[in-house]
């Protein structure tokens, strides 16, 4: 029911932060993370380049590796490149497969993408690790994904691993800690014919 004074509406938000803090008095457990951002919705990577960013704040060293997209000149890697002390930044990729068109390049590229995604886990300077767009290369079957499962689940106790990407294998979902799908409701490239824009795309 709506509080129909501002003194309700006190009494109100009192009641809900007395639950919230004796409800959060109850989490008291620290891990590493394993996250999977997918879906078919904007904003997969971008949440995950936002974690970068924060963990970067922490003075935490953060190890991103980009499988598929290629060699396109984005705004994160321009912006990441100016913290190369505290985050590593390799493009991986070679394109989307419908350019490639090349699958055994493109399996080579998978596999040379996760060598570095699975050294930066192994590697105790790294806090935070992003395998951006693995997913689609588990979709194609270029990286089985009981590897993947593997070396994620003999990380660091404290390591969190980062996962994006359309159709996350349903293997990836079961064993993450934390899983987004991200809905598309409206997007103007479908509907206005916009193409992918500076700041906004890449």
Request: charged letters at 30%; glycine letters at 8%.
């Amino acid at each position: 029911m709506k509080p129909r004074t501002d003194a309700e509406h006190n009494e109100r938000m009192k009641k809900i932060q007395a639950a919230q803090a004796k409800k959060i008095a109850t989490k008291t457990v620290e891990k590493g993370l394993l996250i999977v951002h997918t879906g078919n919705g904007k904003g997969k990577s971008s949440s995950a380049f936002g974690m970068a960013a924060r963990s970067i704040g922490h003075g935490m060293k953060v190890g991103i590796v980009q499988f598929v997209k290629g060699t396109i000149d984005t705004g994160e890697k321009r912006f990441f490149d100016r913290f190369s002390d505290e985050i590593e930044f390799k493009r991986m990729g070679e394109g989307f497969t419908w350019d490639t068109q090349d699958r055994a390049r493109d399996i080579a590229a998978a596999r040379a993408g996760w060598e570095e995604v699975k050294r930066m886990i192994a590697d105790p300077a790294y806090a935070l690790v992003i395998a951006d767009e693995l997913n689609i290369v588990l979709r194609y079957d270029y990286l089985p994904v009981e590897e993947v499962l593997e070396a994620v689940n003999a990380r660091a106790e404290m390591k969190h691993v980062v996962i994006t990407g359309r159709n996350a294998p349903q293997a990836l979902i079961d064993a993450a800690d934390l899983v987004t799908e991200m809905t598309e409701i409206k997007h103007p490239f479908r509907t206005q014919n916009v193409c992918a824009q500076k700041g906004i795309e890449f």
